[in-house]
């Protein structure tokens, strides 16, 4: 009978408990709204700000009016740790939404990540209506925007870009979507997707015109570690907007985020090609290293199962092959005397002409 060992089983037994509740928690964290006021779970889980409202029956948020210095905003009402645990386990997340804007040339949307104490309440004349302060003394914060306005203070690449902002307005990247046929503010509906792979630690941006199917390329790509940026310090996600002097209106029509928790050992490659293929050289060295070792190990293997099986054989042949069978002695066979006889054979009627 197998025996167990009970500290082993101890061991397993935490750590799946473990897991099990990083996974409760990371599903904690995730919603879906295809549309809002229709949502039970909508009042609960997002707060809105300032002139933010619910409109056309539920089917949309107004986030902006249609009057000059208007300014609006969606956040999630559970603050987030980019960092989990002990282990230090560290939280990947994902978020997709629909956003319209009007033609005027407003400051347009942006997607933030903003410490846990931001006042969220509080709007002044900065882009997307964010209440930063100085750059020096001003929170750290992360947002991606999508930006209808060029402000030469921040210098903007046109009023038709999207750009990631890190602590500061001035965008370290940024692409011009024009080059892609796309307007942000061409009052027809778009759709984003934002990754960031924990793994990697990489933030990924994509756009586009249908909401069928998520492009495969990302718009915008940039290296970032979340965690060492707010370590244990819980994070707000969120959507704001503002239209400065125009009269530019930006609505959202659905809104989901999805939160994933992996620890250290399951950590991705990171998804630059070009990072990846020098980390993947020394890997595969390595590898084909391993692998010569493993096979002139099992060649030798082989080779001594081989020969112990042949001595096996040759043993077993000199114990078993030379014995002569031994026959009892009633069915022993004895030498006999036999006698023949002649038999004449004597034809009654001659077959002539082949008759009878």
Not at 193 to 219: C, H, T
Request: hydrophobic share 40%; aromatic share 10%.
């Amino acid at each position: 009978m197998a025996k167990f060992n009970i500290p082993t089983c101890l061991t397993v037994l935490t750590f799946m408990i473990s897991h099990l509740k990083t996974i409760n928690a990371g599903s904690s964290y995730s919603f879906s709204f295809e549309s809002f006021d229709k949502n039970p779970n909508f009042q609960s889980n997002i707060a809105l700000y300032g002139d933010a409202k619910v409109a056309g029956n539920g089917s949309s948020l107004q986030l902006t009016r249609s009057v000059s210095s208007s300014a609006g905003r969606v956040m999630y009402k559970q603050p987030i740790k980019l960092v989990e645990g002990i282990s230090g386990n560290t939280v990947s997340f994902s978020t997709n939404f629909s956003f319209l804007m009007s033609r005027d040339g407003g400051d347009g949307l942006a997607f933030l990540l903003v410490p846990g104490g931001f006042n969220v309440r509080m709007f002044d004349n900065s882009p997307f209506g964010l209440n930063l302060g100085s750059e020096r003394s001003g929170p750290k914060f992360v947002a991606v925007e999508f930006d209808t306005k060029r402000d030469a203070e921040y210098g903007d690449l046109n009023d038709n870009h999207v750009g990631i902002d890190v602590g500061a307005f001035v965008s370290v990247k940024v692409r011009n979507v024009s080059s892609n046929d796309m307007v942000l503010n061409s009052g027809k509906r778009l759709h984003s997707w934002i990754d960031y792979e924990a793994g990697s630690k990489r933030l990924e941006v994509r756009l586009s015109q249908s909401g069928d199917m998520k492009p495969i390329d990302p718009l915008l790509s940039y290296p970032l570690d979340l965690s060492n940026m707010w370590n244990d310090e819980r994070v707000l996600i969120g959507l704001s907007s503002s239209n400065g002097n125009s009269s530019q209106t930006c609505f959202l029509y659905s809104w989901s985020l999805k939160l994933r928790h992996a620890p250290q050992w399951m950590h991705s490659e990171p998804l630059d090609p070009r990072d990846f293929a020098k980390r993947a050289k020394p890997v595969l060295a390595q590898k084909k290293s391993d692998c010569i070792l493993k096979m002139l190990a099992a060649m030798i293997f082989g080779s001594a199962c081989g020969a112990l099986g042949a001595f096996m054989v040759l043993y077993l042949w000199t114990i078993f092959g030379n014995r002569r069978p031994i026959v009892p002695e009633e069915c022993s066979v004895h030498p006999g005397d036999f006698e023949f006889k002649k038999v004449k054979v004597v034809v009654d009627k001659a077959v002539q002409d082949g008759k009878h």
